[in-house]
Antibody
Framework: EVQLVESGGGLVQPGRSLRLSCTAS????????LSWVRQPPGKGLEWVGF??????????EYAASVEGRFTVSRDDSKSNAYLQMNSLKTDDTAVYYC?????????????WGQGTLVTVSS | DIQMTQSPSSLSASVGDRVTITCRAS??????LAWYQQKPGKAPKLLLY???RLESGVPSKFSGSGSGTDYTLTISSLQPEDFATYYC?????????FGQGTKLEIK
Protein backbone atom coordinates (compact mmCIF):
# COMPACT_ATOMS: atom_id res chain seq x y z
CA GLU A 1 0.00 0.00 0.00
CA VAL A 2 1.36 3.40 -1.00
CA GLN A 3 1.77 5.76 1.95
CA LEU A 4 3.05 9.31 2.09
CA VAL A 5 3.48 10.90 5.51
CA GLU A 6 4.33 14.58 5.85
CA SER A 7 5.91 16.12 8.92
CA GLY A 8 7.61 19.33 10.02
CA GLY A 9 4.74 21.79 9.89
CA GLY A 10 4.06 24.33 12.59
CA LEU A 11 3.98 27.99 13.49
CA VAL A 12 6.80 30.12 12.10
CA GLN A 13 7.42 33.85 11.96
CA PRO A 14 7.53 35.75 8.67
CA GLY A 15 10.99 35.76 7.13
CA ARG A 16 12.04 32.55 8.86
CA SER A 17 12.62 29.08 7.41
CA LEU A 18 11.01 25.67 7.79
CA ARG A 19 11.71 22.25 6.29
CA LEU A 20 8.94 19.76 5.61
CA SER A 21 9.59 16.06 5.19
CA CYS A 22 7.65 13.41 3.28
CA THR A 23 8.33 9.80 4.20
CA ALA A 24 7.19 7.29 1.59
CA SER A 25 6.51 3.56 1.64
CA UNK A 26 4.81 0.90 -0.43
CA UNK A 27 6.54 1.61 -3.73
CA UNK A 28 10.02 1.93 -5.24
CA UNK A 29 10.68 5.51 -4.21
CA UNK A 30 13.64 6.17 -6.49
CA UNK A 31 11.58 5.45 -9.61
CA UNK A 32 9.00 8.18 -9.05
CA UNK A 33 8.70 11.94 -9.30
CA LEU A 34 7.12 13.70 -6.32
CA SER A 35 5.40 17.00 -5.91
CA TRP A 36 4.23 19.36 -3.21
CA VAL A 37 0.76 20.93 -3.40
CA ARG A 38 -0.60 23.40 -0.85
CA GLN A 39 -4.02 24.58 0.25
CA PRO A 40 -4.54 27.78 2.26
CA PRO A 41 -7.24 27.43 4.93
CA GLY A 42 -10.68 27.42 3.30
CA LYS A 43 -9.24 27.90 -0.19
CA GLY A 44 -8.32 25.88 -3.26
CA LEU A 45 -5.31 23.86 -4.33
CA GLU A 46 -2.01 25.33 -5.57
CA TRP A 47 0.89 23.37 -7.01
CA VAL A 48 4.19 24.32 -5.33
CA GLY A 49 6.93 22.32 -7.04
CA PHE A 50 8.15 18.88 -8.02
CA UNK A 51 11.30 16.80 -8.32
CA UNK A 52 11.92 14.21 -11.01
CA UNK A 53 13.48 10.83 -10.36
CA UNK A 54 17.25 10.49 -10.73
CA UNK A 55 16.58 8.60 -13.97
CA UNK A 56 15.34 11.89 -15.36
CA UNK A 57 18.06 13.94 -13.76
CA UNK A 58 16.42 14.64 -10.41
CA UNK A 59 15.61 18.11 -11.69
CA UNK A 60 13.07 20.41 -10.10
CA GLU A 61 10.46 22.94 -11.16
CA TYR A 62 8.58 25.49 -9.07
CA ALA A 63 5.56 27.73 -9.07
CA ALA A 64 6.41 31.37 -9.67
CA SER A 65 5.06 32.26 -6.22
CA VAL A 66 7.79 30.22 -4.48
CA GLU A 67 10.63 30.23 -7.04
CA GLY A 68 13.89 31.27 -5.36
CA ARG A 69 12.49 30.74 -1.83
CA PHE A 70 11.47 27.05 -1.78
CA THR A 71 13.59 24.02 -2.67
CA VAL A 72 12.40 20.46 -3.23
CA SER A 73 14.95 17.69 -2.67
CA ARG A 74 14.99 13.93 -2.18
CA ASP A 75 16.98 11.24 -0.42
CA ASP A 76 16.28 7.99 -2.23
CA SER A 77 18.22 5.98 0.39
CA LYS A 78 15.67 7.06 3.01
CA SER A 79 12.60 7.21 0.74
CA ASN A 80 12.19 10.82 1.79
CA ALA A 81 11.37 14.02 -0.01
CA TYR A 82 11.80 17.47 1.45
CA LEU A 83 10.47 20.98 0.99
CA GLN A 84 12.85 23.64 2.28
CA MET A 85 10.94 26.89 2.71
CA ASN A 86 12.91 30.11 3.21
CA SER A 87 11.86 33.74 3.58
CA LEU A 88 8.38 32.65 4.54
CA LYS A 89 5.46 35.03 4.05
CA THR A 90 2.02 35.09 5.64
CA ASP A 91 0.62 34.06 2.23
CA ASP A 92 2.51 30.76 2.56
CA THR A 93 0.14 29.69 5.36
CA ALA A 94 -1.44 26.46 4.12
CA VAL A 95 -1.73 22.72 4.47
CA TYR A 96 1.14 21.24 2.47
CA TYR A 97 0.58 17.91 0.76
CA CYS A 98 3.22 15.57 -0.59
CA UNK A 99 1.99 13.80 -3.72
CA UNK A 100 3.16 10.97 -5.95
CA UNK A 101 3.22 11.79 -9.63
CA UNK A 102 1.73 9.13 -11.87
CA UNK A 103 4.38 7.64 -14.15
CA UNK A 104 4.39 9.08 -17.64
CA UNK A 105 2.68 12.27 -16.60
CA UNK A 106 4.11 15.60 -15.58
CA UNK A 107 1.65 16.41 -12.82
CA UNK A 108 -1.06 13.82 -12.31
CA UNK A 109 -1.25 13.19 -8.57
CA UNK A 110 -2.50 9.71 -7.85
CA UNK A 111 -1.46 9.46 -4.21
CA TRP A 112 -1.50 12.16 -1.53
CA GLY A 113 -0.25 12.37 2.03
CA GLN A 114 -2.49 13.57 4.83
CA GLY A 115 -0.92 17.03 4.80
CA THR A 116 0.92 19.15 7.34
CA LEU A 117 -0.17 22.66 8.37
CA VAL A 118 2.25 25.53 8.11
CA THR A 119 1.20 28.78 9.77
CA VAL A 120 3.27 31.88 9.07
CA SER A 121 2.45 34.56 11.61
CA SER A 122 4.15 36.94 13.99
CA ASP B 1 -0.22 29.88 -17.14
CA ILE B 2 -3.41 28.06 -18.13
CA GLN B 3 -6.41 29.28 -16.15
CA MET B 4 -9.05 26.73 -15.13
CA THR B 5 -12.57 27.99 -14.49
CA GLN B 6 -15.04 25.69 -12.76
CA SER B 7 -18.78 26.18 -12.57
CA PRO B 8 -20.78 26.31 -10.51
CA SER B 9 -18.74 27.20 -7.42
CA SER B 10 -21.41 25.55 -5.27
CA LEU B 11 -24.26 23.20 -5.97
CA SER B 12 -27.14 21.87 -3.87
CA ALA B 13 -28.59 18.50 -4.78
CA SER B 14 -30.57 15.67 -3.25
CA VAL B 15 -29.67 12.04 -2.69
CA GLY B 16 -30.38 10.18 -5.91
CA ASP B 17 -29.85 13.18 -8.17
CA ARG B 18 -27.48 13.40 -11.10
CA VAL B 19 -25.22 16.45 -11.26
CA THR B 20 -22.75 17.91 -13.73
CA ILE B 21 -19.78 20.18 -13.01
CA THR B 22 -17.99 21.97 -15.81
CA CYS B 23 -14.39 23.09 -16.19
CA ARG B 24 -13.09 25.42 -18.87
CA ALA B 25 -9.43 25.92 -19.69
CA SER B 26 -8.05 29.20 -21.02
CA UNK B 27 -6.45 27.28 -23.88
CA UNK B 28 -6.61 23.77 -25.29
CA UNK B 29 -5.24 21.06 -22.97
CA UNK B 30 -5.60 17.94 -25.16
CA UNK B 31 -7.62 15.98 -22.59
CA UNK B 32 -4.88 16.35 -19.94
CA LEU B 33 -7.57 16.94 -17.36
CA ALA B 34 -8.08 15.33 -13.96
CA TRP B 35 -10.87 15.50 -11.41
CA TYR B 36 -10.32 15.21 -7.64
CA GLN B 37 -12.73 14.81 -4.74
CA GLN B 38 -11.93 16.36 -1.38
CA LYS B 39 -13.82 15.83 1.86
CA PRO B 40 -13.40 18.17 4.86
CA GLY B 41 -10.11 17.67 6.65
CA LYS B 42 -8.91 15.10 4.12
CA ALA B 43 -6.49 15.08 1.22
CA PRO B 44 -7.86 15.22 -2.33
CA LYS B 45 -8.52 11.91 -4.04
CA LEU B 46 -8.01 11.33 -7.77
CA LEU B 47 -11.25 10.30 -9.48
CA LEU B 48 -10.60 10.61 -13.21
CA TYR B 49 -7.70 11.44 -15.49
CA UNK B 50 -7.25 11.98 -19.23
CA UNK B 51 -10.66 13.65 -19.06
CA UNK B 52 -12.64 10.42 -19.00
CA ARG B 53 -10.55 7.56 -17.55
CA LEU B 54 -11.66 6.28 -14.18
CA GLU B 55 -8.96 5.84 -11.55
CA SER B 56 -8.74 2.31 -10.20
CA GLY B 57 -11.30 1.67 -7.47
CA VAL B 58 -13.48 4.68 -8.28
CA PRO B 59 -17.13 3.73 -8.88
CA SER B 60 -18.58 4.08 -12.36
CA LYS B 61 -21.15 6.59 -11.12
CA PHE B 62 -18.41 9.13 -11.80
CA SER B 63 -17.84 9.94 -15.45
CA GLY B 64 -15.99 12.59 -17.40
CA SER B 65 -16.11 13.97 -20.88
CA GLY B 66 -14.94 16.85 -23.00
CA SER B 67 -12.24 17.98 -25.36
CA GLY B 68 -10.25 21.04 -26.27
CA THR B 69 -11.01 23.60 -23.59
CA ASP B 70 -14.32 22.35 -22.14
CA TYR B 71 -14.75 19.39 -19.79
CA THR B 72 -17.44 17.98 -17.52
CA LEU B 73 -17.69 15.72 -14.50
CA THR B 74 -20.99 13.92 -14.03
CA ILE B 75 -21.99 12.13 -10.86
CA SER B 76 -25.05 9.92 -11.06
CA SER B 77 -27.31 8.68 -8.29
CA LEU B 78 -25.82 10.88 -5.56
CA GLN B 79 -25.23 9.22 -2.21
CA PRO B 80 -24.40 10.92 1.11
CA GLU B 81 -20.70 10.08 0.73
CA ASP B 82 -20.53 12.01 -2.59
CA PHE B 83 -21.15 15.38 -0.97
CA ALA B 84 -17.72 16.99 -1.07
CA THR B 85 -15.69 19.57 -2.98
CA TYR B 86 -14.55 18.69 -6.50
CA TYR B 87 -11.56 20.17 -8.31
CA CYS B 88 -10.47 19.97 -11.91
CA UNK B 89 -6.78 20.16 -12.80
CA UNK B 90 -4.91 20.52 -16.06
CA UNK B 91 -1.59 18.72 -16.35
CA UNK B 92 -0.97 19.64 -19.99
CA UNK B 93 1.66 22.21 -19.17
CA UNK B 94 3.76 23.38 -16.24
CA UNK B 95 2.68 24.91 -13.97
CA UNK B 96 -0.25 22.56 -13.57
CA UNK B 97 -3.28 24.50 -12.40
CA PHE B 98 -6.50 23.72 -10.56
CA GLY B 99 -10.01 25.05 -10.84
CA GLN B 100 -11.31 26.95 -7.83
CA GLY B 101 -13.47 24.03 -6.73
CA THR B 102 -17.17 23.13 -6.67
CA LYS B 103 -18.74 22.46 -3.30
CA LEU B 104 -21.52 19.89 -3.62
CA GLU B 105 -23.96 20.16 -0.75
CA ILE B 106 -27.03 18.23 0.30
CA LYS B 107 -30.31 20.03 -0.42
Amino acid sequence: EVQLVESGGGLVQPGRSLRLSCTASGFTFRDYALSWVRQPPGKGLEWVGFIRSKTYGGTTEYAASVEGRFTVSRDDSKSNAYLQMNSLKTDDTAVYYCTLISPGSSALFDYWGQGTLVTVSS
Amino acid sequence: DIQMTQSPSSLSASVGDRVTITCRASQGISNSLAWYQQKPGKAPKLLLYAASRLESGVPSKFSGSGSGTDYTLTISSLQPEDFATYYCQQYYSTPCTFGQGTKLEIK
